[in-house]
């Protein structure tokens, strides 16, 4: 009999790990979402603003011999491009994205931020969260 075809033989060595892409202008925020997401056994990538993330997201898109991002989490306010316009443009180009893309957020009072949270689909996390509740989120993201 062969061993690799029993029930018991291992079969975590063919499972690719998930891949999220972390999206944050702030150093300490990507250090501790890639620690919390390196310690569920996730790859991860980091990118320090909205242009760079999305250059990674299509990049990423275009390039099947990798494993696409099973989830993006970005911060809602970034210089440059910012996170909802993140998500307009993903919306445009990568609409498959959409649905796997988290926010973290410190700001629900703006105008525009409140704005944005009423009238889009994906998840928002407001900062500061606790990692039992990002983990909920992800959980509810995954299920989709």
Not at 9 to 32: C, G, K, N, Q, W
Not at 67 to 82: A, E, F, H, K, N
């Amino acid at each position: 009999m062969d061993p690799t075809n029993s029930p018991e033989a291992p079969r975590e060595a063919s499972i690719t790990p998930p891949r999220v892409l972390v999206v944050d202008d702030e150093s300490t925020i990507r250090i501790a979402l890639r620690r919390f997401f390196t310690r569920l056994g996730w790859i991860v990538d980091e990118a320090g603003d909205g242009g760079s993330a999305l250059a990674m997201i299509l990049n990423d898109r275009s390039q099947r011999a990798t494993p696409p991002y099973s989830l993006v989490v970005s911060d809602l306010r970034m210089p440059g491009l910012s996170g909802i316009e993140l998500h307009d443009r993903i919306q445009r180009d990568a609409p498959e994205v959409l649905p796997r893309l988290v926010f973290s957020t410190g700001d629900l009072v703006s105008n525009e931020a409140a704005d944005f949270a009423r009238e889009t689909s994906c998840e928002i996390i407001e900062k500061p969260f606790e990692f039992s509740k990002l983990r909920a989120t992800i959980d509810r993201v995954l299920e989709r």
